[in-house]
């Protein structure tokens, strides 16, 4: 939902970053990987209670999805690039909530697995929608050029992030926090698949 409105934010911060990167030879698919492997040293960080450096390692790794996208759209982008990028962010969003599960089983296991069951579905919800979408040669630019047909929805990536942060914040509070989120996702999915009723029926 805040997606659209985070990237006329950011995107001109991002643009400059990229240029220099791109100048200096760095890859979209390296910043890709560099991302990826910020992001699990944020979930082994947590999993470890080391909650602010989790936050830290999160905040890299969400900035380098931002950057590999940019650094892309310089250099060109490539069909494995998008693949990459989207494998990636998907291990990630499922990986923080397992480092919190492992940092405390008692209060967060349940809460993570319902979690992670609701990225699971939005997930397939989105990619299959994309998948429909890109038969019937379907494009859409509702946030920005990209390797797939993006659906909007209530739990975008910045809702994911700003969640991601609470989480790391208020780590006592993972559970009620995974549960609202969960709720949200699970609402996001169910919505893209009356649209996608609406759209293939």
Not at 73 to 97: K, S
Not at 139 to 166: M, Q
Request: one cysteine or more; proline letters at 2%; a neutral charge.
């Amino acid at each position: 939902m805040l997606d659209g409105w985070a990237r006329q934010r950011i995107d001109p911060a991002l643009r400059v970053m990229a240029r220099r990167l791109a100048a200096a030879g760095v890859s979209a698919n390296q910043i890709t990987v560099a991302s990826f492997a910020l992001g699990l040293g944020a979930a082994a960080a947590v999993a470890l209670q080391a909650y602010w450096l989790g936050l830290a390692l999160l905040l890299a790794s969400r900035l380098g999805d931002g950057l590999d996208g940019a650094v892309a759209r310089i250099a060109g982008r490539t069909d494995l690039g998008g693949y990459l990028d989207i494998v990636f962010d998907f291990a990630v969003y499922g990986a923080l909530p397992v480092g919190f599960v492992l940092a405390d089983p008692a209060a967060n296991a349940v809460a993570g697995a319902v979690l992670v069951l609701s990225f699971y579905v939005n997930g397939a919800s989105f990619l299959a929608y994309a998948v429909m979408a890109e038969r019937r040669g379907m494009r859409g630019e509702a946030r920005g050029a990209k390797s797939l047909f993006f659906t909007t929805g209530l739990a975008e990536a910045t809702e994911t992030i700003a969640v991601f942060v609470l989480f790391c914040l208020f780590p006592d509070w993972f559970a009620p926090l995974a549960y609202a989120f969960a709720a949200l996702t699970l609402y996001t999915a169910v919505s893209r698949i009356v649209l996608a009723a609406r759209t293939f029926g």
